[in-house]
């Protein structure tokens, strides 16, 4: 990454723009949920392009993500961070600029279900290599037991069996590849 500006230039790709000349990097970038933010310093988001109220910088970046003309967030005084709705950038000594550069992609994998067994009255359909990304509850040494907690919890959408290798209850529709391993999934709930 690196953008070039010059005297009130404008790079395309990044949409920075300052009044003097000099190369512009990022001295690193955080993310925040879903959202890659580069962090610059040097550099300040004059007081025309910001919106809302300041704050301190995790909030700001939490709240840049749920605004839709939110293009960062900038320094203003004290330690705190305004959300700004361009990016037109000044000069300051002590300035820092967060600015979105990036999204994270999840990748959808499509799952077979192995084998189906009746348990307790129900329906419930083997997957071979994935576990629940968000197991809870007590840990079982077999199936079975997990399986009769799941039955009575209205929130559980199947049974894993953990890289701990043992049996907890899991919700969501969110899995997660690990080998050796596999999810019991309770037929008709969730979806």
């Not at 301190?56 to 709705?85: D, H, I, Q, S």
Request: one cysteine or more; hydrophobic letters at 30%.
């Amino acid at each position: 990454y690196h953008a070039e500006y010059g005297s009130s230039g404008i790079n395309a790709e990044y949409g920075l723009a300052i009044a003097e000349s000099k190369q512009l990097k990022p001295v690193g970038h955080r993310w925040v949920k879903d959202t890659r933010y580069s962090e610059f310093h040097g550099v300040v988001v004059p007081s025309h392009a910001r919106i809302r109220k300041p704050g301190p910088l995790p909030a700001k970046l939490a709240e840049c993500n749920k605004v839709k003309n939110c293009k960062g967030v900038t320094l203003v005084k004290n330690g705190k961070f305004r959300m700004v709705k361009a990016i037109a950038l000044a000069g300051s000594k002590t300035g820092k600029v967060f600015v979105k550069s990036g999204q994270r992609q999840h990748k959808q994998v499509q799952v077979r279900i192995d084998h189906v067994k009746e348990f307790h009255g129900q329906r419930w359909g083997n997957i071979k290599g994935f576990v629940f990304k968000g197991v809870y509850g007590p840990a079982h040494k077999d199936h079975d037991a997990a399986m009769k907690d799941c039955v009575k919890d209205k929130n559980c959408w199947g049974v894993s069996h953990t890289p701990k290798g043992h049996w907890q209850m899991g919700k969501g529709g969110q899995l997660q590849q690990v080998p050796n391993r596999h999810t019991w999934v309770f037929m008709g709930r969730g979806s």
